[in-house]
């Protein structure tokens, strides 16, 4: 039996200069896709997954989202006063219980292998999950949890994966994939961002990652990779042979919301799921598409 996987780390240092104004006083993790933060999506994913430790990698300009997951006592209060129960609830999910949320800070920007190794000390010995939030899931199963459920078979480390256009591979973590089954493929070698015509393969990792503790002697010696950063995929390659290491086809629809499109898709897709929302939303989708096309 595989380790259970008790922590998670979210990497959530970035400046999103890509949402400015949006982002300009607001962390780009506050952003909502309808009408929750994609923080929020994050930590109730990785709850869904028997996470138990939260460890938020911050940075200056951050703090609002420490303020989100805490109680907000005054609005509690006047929310019960008015009997809004759906808005208790509602509030009521987004607080984690003392303890169970731990913050540290990445004081320079030099890339997410080493926003990943500023939490080493919160994770410690154990295999650990990471989420980046700008990735947003849209499955029937949470992501983090097939991941968790499949690990339980595999044991070691596991990164999710999509097929993307070879014209993308320059965006993402690329695997070089040995045995393959259709929905794991035994990872044989990693490649951060290769050119489309480098590139080993077109199964990209989406920022879902369960690791080994390992991971931090890698990533401590500081090397630089693409875009002289300390990049996570390096560290990860070291880890390739030392344990089982495989790529999961998930379940589900992964949105870049880090990238404008992505962000308006998701919100699209996310209110079209919802059951309170889907029948209202429908029609006006369509009637905004029927006047701007
Ligand atoms: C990071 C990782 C990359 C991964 C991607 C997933 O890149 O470095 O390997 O594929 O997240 O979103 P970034 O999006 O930070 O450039």
Request: proline share 5%; hydrophobic share 45%; glycine share 8%.
């Amino acid at each position: 039996m595989a380790e259970r996987v008790r922590k998670a780390v979210f990497p959530i240092g970035g400046l999103g200069t890509r949402f400015l104004p949006a982002t300009k006083a607001m962390p780009k993790e506050m952003l909502p896709v309808v009408d929750k933060p994609l923080i929020q999506y994050a930590v109730e994913e990785a709850l869904a997954a028997g996470i138990e430790t939260f460890v938020f990698v911050t940075s200056r300009g951050k703090s609002l989202i420490e303020d989100h997951f805490d109680r907000g006592i005054e609005l509690e209060a006047t929310l019960e006063r008015r009997a809004k129960t759906k808005e208790l609830a509602d509030i009521a999910a987004t607080v984690l219980k003392p303890g169970q949320i731990v913050f540290t800070r990445q004081q320079e920007a030099m890339g997410l292998g080493h926003a990943v190794w500023c939490a080493r000390e919160v994770v410690g010995d154990e295999p650990f999950a990471i989420l980046l939030p700008d990735d947003l899931v849209l499955a029937k199963t949470p992501c983090l949890r097939q991941m968790v459920d499949a690990r339980a078979a595999t044991g070691g480390n596991l990164v999710a994966v999509i097929d993307v256009p070879r014209a993308h591979t320059n965006r993402y973590g690329i695997l070089d994939i040995g045995k393959d089954d259709g929905r794991l493929a035994e990872v044989r070698g990693l490649v951060e961002k290769p050119e489309p015509a480098k590139a080993p393969s077109t199964l990209s990792i989406i920022g879902r990652y369960i690791l080994e503790p390992a991971i931090f002697t890698h990533l401590a010696r500081f090397e630089r990779g693409a875009g002289n950063e300390i990049q996570l995929t390096d560290a990860m390659a070291k880890m390739i042979g030392t344990a089982p290491f495989h790529g999961l086809r998930f379940e589900g629809r992964r949105f870049d919301c880090g990238d404008k499109v992505g962000f308006v898709e998701a919100n699209v897709a996310f209110a079209l799921a919802r059951a309170d929302l889907r029948d209202q939303v429908r029609p006006a989708v369509e009637s905004v598409l029927k006047t701007h096309s």
